[in-house]
């Protein structure tokens, strides 16, 4: 099987809808078929990643801390939007940290995370086979 570029796109708030969880589920299922996997978090889907989460209020499971397992599948280009960030009042600070272990660098681990512009997120769509909006 042909190894293809997968990019979802996470925009929506961690609760209150199902978006955010069914994308994680598929992002790790893409990941496990070795497809090369890359993910944006812009608009109130920077939220996804945010600490300390607490999903009671909304009825649901904090699924937040599976994102931490994300670089085990190698997924490690995980971009969030800069603006969407600001635009919340939120700095990375505030976001899980997120690392990967680089095998060809003796498993160094390294950060996930990636801040960029809206511009550069558009840059990044064009180069991808498929591009999934959640």
Do not use: C
């Not at 790790?28 to 209020?57: C, H, P, R, Y």
């Not at 994102?67 to 490690?76: E, K, Q, R, T, W």
């Amino acid at each position: 099987m042909a190894t293809k570029k997968f990019l979802y796109v996470n925009r929506k708030a961690p609760y209150g809808t199902i978006y955010a969880l069914e994308s994680l589920e598929v992002v790790l299922i893409g990941a496990a078929f070795e497809q090369d996997v890359s993910l944006v978090f812009m608009d109130d889907g920077v939220f996804q990643l945010t600490k300390g989460q607490n999903a009671k209020s909304a009825g649901m499971k904090n699924f937040s801390p599976t994102y931490a397992a994300l670089g085990d599948y190698d997924v490690n280009k995980i971009y969030v939007d800069k603006e969407s960030l600001e635009e919340r009042g939120l700095t990375l600070d505030d976001l899980q940290h997120l690392t990967w272990e680089d095998e060809n660098e003796d498993w160094a681990e390294k950060d996930s995370i990636r801040l960029v512009t809206r511009a550069e997120i558009a840059e990044i769509m064009d180069t991808q086979d498929v591009v999934l909006s959640f």
